[in-house]
Nanobody
Framework: QVQLVESGGGLVQAGGSLRLSCAAS????????MGWYRQAPGKQRELVAR???????NYAESVKGRFTISRDNAKKTVYLQMNSLKPEDIGVYYC?????????????WGQGTQVTVSS
């Protein structure tokens, strides 16, 4: 079983910054792609950013140029640096990870961390 623990959410004024972290723990043979998704009130969960084990990234159009995803494979941690935050960035941010153990390939979700941006 793999656990993903997120941290770093909170309340910030528009134009401000936050840095989210997500640490994976458990019986992981190999940690593959990791990503951040968000769910705004009344909306479906959407991809924010994703990063492969080798460092290839992709972003939602709405966050390009403002958010940066990175990872530390040794620490099994993925980060999301969010700059120039806007009220439309409000939501619960979830970490996701694709991983492998001796029995197969799986994916896991964190519990979510709230991001609120005041205008």
């Amino acid at each position: 079983q793999v656990q993903l623990v997120e941290s770093g959410g909170g309340l910030v004024q528009a134009g401000g910054s936050l840095r989210l972290s997500c640490a994976a723990s458990g019986s992981i043979f190999r940690l593959n792609a990791m990503g951040w998704y968000r769910q705004a009130p009344g909306k479906q969960r959407e991809l924010v950013a994703r990063i492969t084990r080798g460092g290839t990234t992709n972003y939602a159009e709405s966050v390009k140029g403002r958010f940066t995803i990175s990872r530390d494979n040794a620490k099994k941690t993925v980060y999301l640096q969010m700059n120039s935050l806007k009220p439309e960035d409000i939501g619960v941010y979830y970490c996701n990870a694709d991983w492998e153990d001796s029995t197969g390939q799986f994916d896991s979700w964190g519990q979510g961390t709230q991001v609120t941006v005041s205008s």
